[in-house]
């Protein structure tokens, strides 16, 4: 079985930064895809990431200049590192990967921007 874990969420003050980083574990044979997702109070999961097999990156808008999104092959690892946080950034943040044509979530990790 697969499985996908997230860690490196907390409270942060606004303008700060995190880093939040992605395991991939169990048997497979590659990582097509590594995603970041996040869901905000009452709000819809939306997606946040994208990193592809041979780096290639994008981003959502609302992100854009302040996320970056890496990723370590050999380790089936992945990062979401991100600053100038506001407010409207706290939310539930999750890793989604494509493996050998499938789909695995990770559990979720709580980012909370505050003053």
């Known amino acids: 079985q697969v499985q996908v874990a997230e860690s490196g969420g907390g409270l942060v003050q606004p303008g700060g930064s995190l880093r939040l980083s992605c395991v991939a574990s169990?048997?497979?044979?590659?990582?097509?895809?590594m995603n970041w997702f996040r869901q905000g109070p009452g709000k819809e999961r939306e997606w946040v990431a994208t990193?592809?097999?041979?780096?290639?990156?994008a981003l959502a808008d609302s992100v854009k200049g302040r996320f970056t999104i890496t990723r370590h092959n050999a380790e089936n690892m992945a990062w979401l590192q991100m600053s100038s946080l506001s407010p409207e950034d706290t939310a539930v943040y999750y890793c989604?990967?494509?493996?050998?044509?499938?789909?695995?979530w990770g559990q979720g990790t709580q980012v909370t921007v505050s003053s």
């Open positions: 169990g048997t497979m044979f590659s990582i097509e895809t």
């Open positions: 990193i592809t097999s041979d780096g290639q990156a």
């Open positions: 989604r990967i494509r493996a050998d044509k499938y789909y695995y």
